[in-house]
Nanobody, 127 residues
Framework: QLVESGGGLVQPGKSLRLTCVAS????????VGWFRQVPGQELRPVSC???????????ITHDSVEGRFAISRDDAKKTVYLDMDYLQPRDTAIYYC???????????????????WGRGTQVTVSS
């Protein structure tokens, strides 16, 4: 399973680090991503990482968080991070971690390509 943590209530301009830990899997994920959803709206990509056997790494970050959010992974710990700086009220959403055993490359920003999902963690940005 994938388990997210690190969400919470934060003031505008502050930072949070989301963590996604994979447990119970015997395979290595080639692609990981973070998505977010506001109730009543569609699921949207935030950032994703995808690597293949050729060693090339693809990273995609949505324009709305470019320069403020950063995705990273620690394969030894089976953990994916989302560092979020300069948070704004518009960043309020439920954040989901996703993983795939396939090297999705540029398709890592599409939620339908992932086989595994966490249950989400709420991030609320408000003064």
């Amino acid at each position: 399973q994938l388990v997210e943590s690190g969400g919470g209530l934060v003031q505008p301009g502050k930072s949070l680090r989301l963590t996604c830990v994979a447990s119970g899997f015997s395979v290595q994920f080639k692609s990981v991503g973070w998505f977010r959803q506001v109730p009543g709206q569609e699921l949207r990509p935030v950032s994703c990482l995808s690597g293949g056997d050729d060693g090339r790494l693809t990273q995609i970050t949505h324009d709305s968080v470019e320069g403020r959010f950063a995705i990273s992974r620690d394969d030894a710990k089976k953990t994916v991070y989302l560092d979020m700086d300069y948070l704004q009220p518009r960043d309020t959403a439920i954040y989901y971690c996703a993983a795939s055993v396939r090297p999705l490359r540029a398709r890592c920003a599409q939620s339908t390509n992932y086989e595994f999902w966490g249950r989400g963690t709420q991030v609320t940005v408000s003064s």
